[in-house]
């Protein structure tokens, strides 16, 4: 079974490929399971979780549901497969860490890197066309030695790595990790400086594609004097974020914007899924 997370898309499709070469299927972790329960099919013995890194930690999203869900009492080896733009740090060591709370047994830890979608601080934007489409190119052959690692694995073939985790940490992991990551968490996930600009058209993709459904289509409320314009629905945003960006990316008309942090960057949304 394939549990995913994803908000541009490729999370989604390292877990459709992966679904595809092991034959597994997929389940996409919807808000319900923070406090839900999901049985895996008789015939399961595998956990493969596939998300993007955030903050060279896991989506507090995510760690809510591996703290809260209810996956029966069948013994089940659980397995990360990580999407990042650029680097992990002890991604996943938090992972691992967070399943022994739970008692459940972690196999094999993996990242893909793929284009990058944080653009939320200074300094931070997507990658050129020509950086995401060679992240893209490389990332199929990538998925395809992961699924088979996995396969090895489970057919009692290949014994456990010495090094259970292929995963690019890059440099100042246990920093990133340790100290960045909680502060990004408290300070820099919030979903208050989103907004939209008057270029918004009001198509309502930035709601429709909300893992969280954290995204209302509304009529403002305001002073506008235009009756047509009043009756158009605008986006508003509740506070029920996985901070996955994918309102700010999926807008026609790059009207999302976060704060003032987001005019001039750029958007992505992974082409194949
Ligand atoms: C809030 C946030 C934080 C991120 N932090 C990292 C990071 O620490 N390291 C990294 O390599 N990529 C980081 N990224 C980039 C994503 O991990 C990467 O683009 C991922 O593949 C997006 O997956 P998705 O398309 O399934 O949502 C971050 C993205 C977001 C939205
Ligand atoms: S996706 Fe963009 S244009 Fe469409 S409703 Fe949202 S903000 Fe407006
Ligand atoms: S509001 Fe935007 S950033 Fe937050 S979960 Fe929904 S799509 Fe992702």
Known sequence: MILWFSGTGNSRYVAEMLAAELGQSLRRLTPDLRNGSLTPAPHDDTVIWVCPVYSWGLPPYVRAIIKNVDLGSAPLIHHLVLTCGDDCGLTAEMWRSDLAKRGWLSGLAFSVTMPNNYVCMSGFDVDTAELAQHKLSAASLRIREIARSIADFRAGSGDCPNEPDDVVRGRFAWIKTRIIYPW??????????????????????????????????????????????????????????????????????????????????????????
């Open 184 to 273: 990004f968490v408290r300070h820099a996930m919030s979903p208050k400086p989103f907004r939209y600009t008057r270029e918004c058209i009001s198509c309502g993709k930035c709601a429709a594609i909300c893992p969280l459904r954290n995204i209302n289509m509304s009529e403002p409320s305001g002073k506008s004097t235009d009756s047509s314009e009043r009756r158009r629905k605008r986006p508003v945003w509740g506070t029920d974020c996985a901070f996955c960006l994918a309102c700010y990316h999926v807008c026609p008309r790059h009207a999302v914007m976060y704060g003032d942090k987001t005019g001039t960057k750029g958007q992505y949304m992974n082409p194949q899924s």
